[in-house]
Every structure is written in structure tokens, then in C-alpha cells.
């Protein structure tokens, strides 16, 4: 640990301050020569980790279908009313499907509840963080931008079966 | 108290600026008083802190601070919304901090509806909150040598803070509004990587911090700058509120930590770090050797965290683990209940506190029985500290208001909730 000192506990060294100077340049010219530890970053892309909480998105089967029974159990719990859920019914085995599902991303907080309460693991965080809009409207997505495929976000699912 | 009108108010404000005793005579100074609004947009007022100073020269005679601007209702928002809910929102309110945050708020609900958290959760609480302190302390050491002129400092130890932040993408998914407690444990058990990343962190962390420090515990402008400035007396901190790092460099040993033991501190060794002087330095140095005594904390807690569960078993209070959501009928019930109705907490109120970087932050909860609090109360620990500084700043130069902030280290998402 090092020593704390006062104004008076300075010695005369210190005081005159030429010394602190050549002290400070030196450390800050050794590390200049230290690997840097910015990322360079739309060139160098931030790889998240599985667990990474990144935009909310529907998982899609092989088949095409969502996963999604529109319970809505994700909406109720959003904590910052982003989530809008409408049912219908299919004559898939699940029965009900949601008709429209529709994320306001610039409402989305990216806590990740949606995933924790769902039931039947068909809305979870993917890696995406990418996210501009140039207007409002843009910023709503609807199914078509949110299924994505059961292979993309499988990493995501091991995370949750292992750890959640 | 007395009420005033929303005409009144900048008149009130004003008074309150002239009426306070000026007795204060400088040698020298001009003849001339002169009002100056400093903020709510200034660089060096930690977010949106607006101060009114009346000046003789450039001495500060009176300081009338004004808060208010980040105002956003939590505690009537926390009355709308499920305890569940309410996570995400405690992020907001100290955001250099939010994993203790977290913490603190789980704790109060747990403590109101009787639930407790199985040993590693609370372990993995410890862990975290300890980190949060770091990552606050190492802001708050920074932005002060930031706003007394060494600028290399604030540059290094956001690069340490950085490593936090990485440590928390691996552990919760999140870098700043982290969001991982939860009500009888934590969202998710802590990682293998996220362990080995953090024994790397303590490990390097010292080294890292004797080279911030060596850049200014000796610099003359540096001490010159703070040593003497804001003193506050042990007395008066105490009379004001003052808590955590601030109380403890007026030389009062008091840290909830020691003093109401919570999680497993009691069973920790730790030393709290006390400096007799008050002023500006005093709390600089109190916060340095408090990370280290973090690390300390962290590396007795790795080696004691057992395996297990994260989550209590209490299924009709917590959310059921999601593996069994998937294959049981009983849990899926359960997690329909506590998602549309709340945990419902029996009737009775609760204040419950814990040690956060900035100080006591405490949840004073009413519950009726229902889903959602009657009643939710935030000590927040900036709030009260700030109290302190129309008469920190008493007689000191304007340039010495912003190292007396800095030392304060107020963050206005709490002070305003």
C-alpha cells in the first residue's frame, strides 16, 4: 500500500515538482508502448458472450413455424410496455399462434424478463447489438424481423438450460 | 413545512441565497456581490446538479443547491409495478453502480416477504457488490483528479472500471444496467469463465491502482488542491446524515457492513479504512484504500463460495428455474401466478439497508398483502450527502466547489430518483 501524505509530509523534492513531472511523463511514454486495450471497433467487431443480452428475438422451428403460443406472459412482464402480443388460432399441435407480435425497440430496456418467464422458450436475447433507426416507425419490429432460426440462437438456449 | 407556490419558487431560492448570514469578510475582495448559477449543464457537477453561489470575488459566501432535474417518480413508479418488476429500475438509480443496487433492493424484498436465498447466491451477491464498489470508487477517483487537472488519472481507472464492466457482460448478459438479482437469489448461477475472470482481475488490480497513485498522491498540485478544502467535522456529518466513504473520512467508523451484518460479512475479514481529517483528501484516500480492501473481500469470498443452488425454493415467491418451467405443470403455474400477480407479501413494513459505494442505501417497503408495495421509500445516500454542501463550500474559492463535489461523489440518478 502506498504511503498517504499531507501538503506538509511533502518533501522538498516533491515540492519543487520538476520531479513529479519527469515521474508522470515517464509512465505515461511507458504506456504508450503497452498493448492497447481500445477496440478498434467498426473495423474490430464486439463478440459477445451466450450470455449476452442483446435484441429480444422469436425462435423459429425448422418447419417455419414460431415457437411462440402467444400466452403473453412476456408482455405482461416487460417492465417497459414494449412487448404487444395478439392471438389467433392454428390448426398446428400448439393451437394458438400469435398474429401479430410486435417489439418497440426504442422501448426495449434488453433485460431479458421476456426470456425468463417464457414457457416455452421461443423469445430469447440474441447477439444482435447493432440497432439504428432513422424514424419511429422503423423501430417497431414485427415477426418478419424477429424469427430467426433455432440454429443461430443455439448457443443462447444451452446458456439457459445450463444456467437459468 | 411550509408550501409554496410554483410563482414563489425562484424568489424562495433567491432568499434563501441572500438571507443566509454572511459574515464571512475577505481581505482584499471586491466591494461587489454577484450571483452565480453554476449547472445544471457544468462539466464538472456529476450530471445535473444546478448550484446557486453567491460570490464576494471569487469567495463563495452562500451555495443553495437545487435538485430535481433527474427527477423521474421511482418511488411512486414502484407503487405500479410488481417487486419483480421493479429490478430493472434500480439500475437507474445509482448507475455507476447498479449490481449493488440490485442487491440492496432483492434484500428488502426478500427481508418483507421472508424468504431467504441459499448461501451461494448470497456469496455470488457479496462478489458482485464488492466489484460494483470498485467500479464506483475508481469513477469517483477519477472524475476528482479530472476536475483538479490530471486528466491520465481518469483515463486509467475507467480502464480498470472497463475490466468490471467486461467481467459483468460474461456474468449477467449486461454491461450497465445489469438487471441480475433477483427476488431469493440471482438470475443466473455465476459462470466458470466469469469466476476465472475475476480472480484474473484482483490479481492485477493492485499494481494497476499503485500506478494511478503514484501519478498523484505525491503531486504537489494535486494535494495542494484538496488538502484542507470542504472540512467537515465528524459532528456534523454525523448530523447531516453523511454515510459511507464520506462519513468515514470525517473519522467516524461506521460501515453497515460491520455494523448490521448482512449477506456473510460477518464471517469476511475486512479492515474499514478511517481517516480523522474530513476534507477533500481524506475521502479521496478513504476511497482508495477502500477497493483495496474489496479485493480482499472478493478473494475470501472466492474461496469460500460453495456450490448449489442460486435460487430458494420457495414456489409460490420465486420464479421457478426455467429447465422445469419447460416440463412441469406445477412450476408453469407458478411462473403464470408470480408474473401476472406479484409474490404477495404478507402485510407489514420492512427498511432494510445496506453498505452501497456511496453510502446507506436503504428500501423502506409497506406492503397491504397485494402484488405491488403500498409504499416504497429510497434512502439514497447522494440525496443526503448533498445536504452537506451549502456548508462545505462556505468560504472556499469557486474552483474549490468543484473538487469539494467531486470528493462528495454525488450521482444524480439517486439523489433525484
Known amino acids: 500500500m502506498s504511503v498517504k501524505r499531507r501538503e506538509k509530509d511533502l518533501t522538498l523534492l516533491e515540492k519543487i515538482y520538476i520531479p513529479e513531472i519527469v515521474k508522470g511523463l515517464s509512465l505515461t511514454l511507458k504506456s504508450m508502448f503497452k498493448p492497447k486495450f481500445t477496440l478498434k471497433y467498426p473495423e474490430e467487431k464486439f463478440i459477445p458472450p451466450a450470455s449476452y443480452r442483446g435484441r429480444p428475438v422469436l425462435v423459429q422451428e425448422k418447419d417455419g413455424h414460431e415457437r411462440c403460443v402467444a400466452c403473453g406472459l412476456c408482455s405482461r412482464v416487460c417492465p417497459s410496455l414494449a412487448i404487444e402480443v395478439q392471438a389467433a388460432e392454428t390448426e398446428l399441435e400448439k393451437e394458438r399462434y400469435p398474429e401479430k407480435f410486435e417489439i418497440n425497440m426504442i422501448r426495449c430496456i434488453f433485460c431479458g424478463f421476456c426470456e425468463e418467464v417464457c414457457p416455452e422458450e421461443a423469445i430469447v436475447m440474441s447477439k444482435d447489438y447493432e440497432m439504428a433507426f432513422t424514424n419511429r416507425e422503423e423501430a417497431i419490429y414485427g415477426k418478419d424481423k424477429l424469427l430467426v432460426p433455432v440454429e443461430q440462437l443455439q448457443d443462447r438456449i444451452d446458456f439457459l438450460r445450463k444456467y437459468k | ?417
Request: proline share 5%.
Open chain 2, 1 to 417: 413545512m411550509e408550501r409554496v407556490t410554483k410563482e414563489e419558487v425562484p424568489s424562495k431560492i433567491l432568499q434563501a441565497l441572500l438571507s443566509t448570514d454572511s459574515d464571512i469578510s475577505v481581505d482584499g475582495a471586491l466591494e461587489n456581490e454577484m450571483i452565480l448559477n453554476m449547472g445544471p449543464q457544468h462539466p464538472a457537477t456529476h450530471g445535473v446538479l444546478r448550484l446557486l453561489l453567491r460570490l464576494d470575488g471569487e469567495t463563495v459566501i452562500a451555495c443553495v443547491p437545487e435538485l430535481g432535474y433527474l427527477h423521474r417518480g421511482y418511488e411512486k413508479m414502484a407503487e405500479n409495478m410488481t417487486y419483480y418488476e421493479f429490478i430493472p429500475h434500480t439500475d437507474r438509480l445509482d448507475y455507476l453502480s447498479p449490481m449493488a443496487n440490485n442487491v440492496a433492493w432483492a434484500m428488502a424484498v426478500e427481508k418483507l416477504a421472508g424468504i431467504e436465498s441459499p448461501a451461494r447466491a448470497q456469496y455470488i451477491r457479496m462478489m458482485i457488490t464488492e466489484l460494483a464498489r470498485i467500479a464506483s470508487h475508481l469513477v469517483a477517483i477519477g472524475a476528482l483528479a479530472m476536475d483538479v487537472g490530471a486528466l491520465t488519472v481518469f483515463l486509467w481507472t475507467l480502464r480498470e472500471r472497463e475490466k468490471i464492466l467486461d467481467i459483468w457482460d460474461i456474468l449477467c448478459g449486461a454491461r450497465f444496467t445489469n438487471s441480475y438479482t433477483r427476488i431469493g437469489g440471482v438470475a443466473n448461477d455465476a459462470q466458470p469463465e466469469a469466476l476465472a475472470k475475476v480472480k484474473w482481475f484482483i490479481d492485477q488490480y493492485e499494481p494497476n491502482l499503485d500506478e494511478c497513485e503514484k501519478l498523484i498522491n505525491t503531486n504537489r498540485i494535486f494535494i495542494e488542491r484538496l488538502d484542507g478544502v470542504g472540512v467537515i467535522s465528524a459532528q456534523d456529518a454525523i448530523e447531516i446524515g453523511f454515510t459511507g466513504p464520506n462519513l468515514r473520512g470525517s473519522g467516524v467508523e461506521f460501515d453497515l457492513r460491520r455494523a448490521t451484518p448482512y449477506l456473510f460479512y460477518n464471517e469476511i475479514d475486512f479492515n474499514i479504512p478511517v481517516y480523522k481529517e474530513g476534507d477533500c483528501l481524506a475521502r479521496y484516500f478513504v476511497r482508495a484504500d477502500e477497493t483495496r480492501e474489496s479485493i480482499k473481500i472478493i478473494r475470501q469470498v472466492l474461496d469460500k463460495m460453495p456450490q448449489g443452488e442460486v435460487l430458494a425454493n420457495s414456489p409460490k415467491k420465486v420464479l421457478p428455474k426455467k429447465t422445469e418451467i419447460y416440463s412441469k405443470m406445477e412450476e408453469l403455474i407458478h411462473d403464470f401466478m408470480i408474473v401476472n400477480f406479484g409474490i404477495n407479501p404478507p402485510v407489514g413494513e420492512v427498511y432494510s439497508a445496506v453498505e452501497n459505494p456511496k453510502g446507506e442505501l436503504g428500501f423502506y417497503l409497506v406492503s397491504n398483502g397485494e402484488g405491488r408495495p403500498w409504499k416504497c421509500k429510497i434512502r439514497s445516500p447522494s440525496m443526503v450527502n448533498l445536504q452537506a454542501l451549502p456548508m462545505l463550500v462556505k468560504g472556499h474559492m469557486v474552483s474549490d466547489v468543484v473538487a469539494i463535489i467531486g470528493s462528495i461523489d454525488p450521482v444524480m440518478g439517486e439523489a433525484d430518483k
